[in-house]
């Protein structure tokens, strides 16, 4: 699951158009396999996990970036581990 969820992770930045975030994610990336450490935060994925990113993929589907935003919110709030990994953003 972890090697899926790194290439959905990945398409999602892809998708994002943002070429600076896409140039981050590699440099990040490379320098986690090359310490050792986590690519990502989760090797078995639960129901709960599977239901945000579906949601996420189908928000995407229509168009809906607030839709996405809340469902990337949501996966990360049932995922804390995964704010060791990369912080999740902040609201301004």
Do not use: K
């Not at 239901?51 to 996966?75: F, P, S, W």
């Amino acid at each position: 699951f972890s090697r899926a969820d790194a290439e959905f992770h990945s398409l999602l930045i892809q998708v994002s158009g943002n070429r600076m975030l896409e140039h981050l994610s590699g440099i990040v990336s490379a320098a986690l396999q090359v310490s050792g450490g986590p690519v990502t935060g989760c090797d078995r994925p639960n129901e709960t996990s599977l239901t945000h990113h579906g949601r996420i993929v189908d928000a995407l589907a229509e168009a809906d970036g607030a839709a996405a935003e809340a469902a990337m919110r949501q996966l990360l709030a049932v995922h804390p581990e995964v704010e060791r990994v990369v912080p999740a953003p902040r609201e301004h």
